[in-house]
């Protein structure tokens, strides 16, 4: 498994540098898993598989058959995987990754996950990034003319959410594209007032149970991210009652690195509080 993660990962020859490093995070925010080691023969594939877990989730499925799915999965091999509330702490608030060598361009990636998993909380930073979207791209793209690729937005990688921003620019260095982001945030702050602070279902909640396939999509993400099923549309009233207050007090947060920052690029750390890996 972790050998095809690692095959999923590797850069398309034409694939832009951008998504190459975004393609990296779901790997670094794993934690690491030590090799076992010795020959991978039949005996030892077959305890692993016995010993292996898996998740399951069923979406509009009739109770009258809730019952035979379960006698079903209750014979697969493994065992179901427990849902725990994922550890979110990270071990150093700034890490940067180096991917790949300097070019003609230079791409960063900066991910911001959540500093918890509340519905509150979730819901602020939806509606920030829902809000930071438009401006980012004017103030990166249109008014510094940084780079074609720039964007942000709210994105779940592997189990963690939260907030990222990238860009690829032919002419600023990473320190640079850092400072930008940085400076945005600061002068964000003061946006904030003149901006609408309830939000709908289509301007970024997680959906509800009116289209099945989102909705088995959101239950699916709060699985892996350990939440019960009930919290997307928790997520979804909490952003019903945002206010300007609770948005200051997250894009503090964010500032802040509560939560940590994670950047990917392919130059070296912009400056010592970096963690390298």
């Known amino acids: 498994g972790r050998r095809v993660q690692a095959d999923a990962v590797r850069p398309g020859a034409d694939e832009i540098l951008i998504r190459q490093l975004l393609r990296r995070l779901p790997v670094l925010l794993e934690p690491p898993v030590a090799d076992g080691g010795g020959e991978l023969d039949q005996s030892t594939l077959a305890q692993a598989w016995l010993l292996s877990q898996w ?3 069923a979406v509009g499925l009739p109770m009258h058959l809730s019952g035979p799915l379960h006698d079903v999965l209750d014979e697969l091999p493994g065992v179901a995987t ?3 509330q994922r550890d979110e702490a990270s071990p150093a608030r700034y890490r940067w990754c ?4 300097p070019g003609t361009e230079t791409a960063l990636v900066l991910f911001c996950p959540l500093p918890s998993r509340t519905p509150a909380v979730e819901a602020a ?3 920030l990034a829902r809000l930071m979207e ?3 791209f004017r103030r990166l793209r249109s008014e510094l003319q940084l780079g074609y690729a720039v964007f942000c ?3 779940q990688f592997g189990g963690q959410g939260g907030l990222v921003f990238a860009v690829q620019s032919p002419s600023a260095t990473a320190g640079e594209l850092l400072r930008h982001i940085e400076a945005f945030l600061e002068s964000f702050a003061g946006q904030l007032d003149d901006q609408p602070t309830r939000a709908s279902q289509a301007s970024g909640a997680p959906p509800g149970g009116s289209d099945i396939r989102r909705h088995a999509e959101a239950n699916w993400q709060a699985l892996l991210a350990g939440c019960d099923a009930g919290h997307p549309v928790a997520v979804a009233a909490a952003m019903a009652q ?3 207050e609770a948005l200051r ?3 503090r947060a964010l500032r802040a690195a509560d939560g940590g920052w994670i950047v990917v690029s392919n130059a070296d750390a912009a400056d010592t509080r970096w963690h390298s890996r």
């Open 55 to 57: 998740d399951a989730l």
């Open 153 to 155: 937005g709210f994105r």
């Open 125 to 127: 930073w939806r509606q």
């Open 249 to 251: 007090l997250q894009l």
């Open 134 to 136: 438009g401006a980012f």
């Open 82 to 84: 427990p849902l725990v």
């Open 98 to 101: 180096r991917f790949g060598d």
């Open 242 to 244: 945002l206010d300007s």
